[in-house]
């Protein structure tokens, strides 16, 4: 019986130094700096501590602030700092958990450049929402907020700030994505383009899918299509 208490004694101690450990590791990864002149909140799901995008945050004066790939969102109002704002939060299938005397779902924070606020938010979708693969500012807050974005592909690939009708294929063990409108910094390609989906990789889907665009010479997304007659053409 006393070898069978050691025993105890010393997992149960173990199990302890390792759950301090853990904490502070978590402590750790907290307290990463953030850039001085932005105030960085971090949307989260209440269940796994994964970040959340396009979760939406609404100030009383219509200012609107969306969550990036990471579930950052950098505010960097110069009139806001120092300032306790209340911001109404929507976000498909994520919300808070209370309603507030508004009878909406809120949030109230003090505004202080580089520090941080973490916002729990409970999913009441059945899949989680875990990223954009298109567009630009997919990383936008997070970069803002001088936060380490090594492995994220974070550039514009295809110079494709926005696109639609997306139809995936898959083809000799690749994905496909071909998309109808597709729109560049200055230019519209209305004939469609398409994209390789890279799916070679161990932690997928858990990280951001990097995309292959078919580009022309300077880099846009190339036309399916080409035609040389003028006017608007839809797939």
């Not at 550039?155 to 494709?160: F, H, K, Q, R, T």
Request: glycine share 8%; hydrophobic share 45%.
């Amino acid at each position: 019986m006393i070898w069978k208490n050691r025993i105890c004694r010393s997992a149960c101690l173990q199990l302890l130094i390792l759950l301090v450990v853990c904490q502070i590791a978590e402590l750790k990864a907290a307290e990463k700096p953030v850039a001085a002149n932005v105030f960085l909140i971090r949307t989260v799901d209440a269940a796994d501590g994964r970040g959340i995008p396009l979760v939406e945050l609404e100030a009383f004066n219509a200012l609107t602030l969306q969550s990036d790939n990471l579930g950052n969102i950098a505010v960097s109002e110069p009139d806001l700092v120092g300032k306790t704002v209340r911001f109404l939060v929507r976000g498909h299938g994520y919300r808070v958990p209370q309603i507030d005397f508004f009878g909406e779902r809120s949030v109230t924070v003090k505004i202080e450049p580089g520090k941080s606020f973490t916002l729990a938010l409970e999913r009441t979708a059945i899949a989680e929402r875990l990223y954009r693969i298109t567009g630009s500012g997919r990383y936008r807050d997070s970069s803002l907020a001088g936060i380490d974005l090594a492995g994220q592909p974070f550039e514009l690939a295809g110079d494709v700030l926005g696109l639609d009708s997306a139809v995936p294929v898959v083809w000799q063990n690749r994905l496909l994505s071909f998309y109808g409108d597709t729109l560049g910094p200055n230019r519209i390609n209305l004939s469609g383009s398409g994209a390789e989906i890279d799916l070679a990789r161990p932690d997928v889907p858990d990280r951001q899918l990097p995309l292959r665009f078919f580009t022309e010479q300077e880099g846009f997304a190339s036309r399916m299509v080409p035609l040389v007659e003028p006017g608007f053409v839809w797939v």
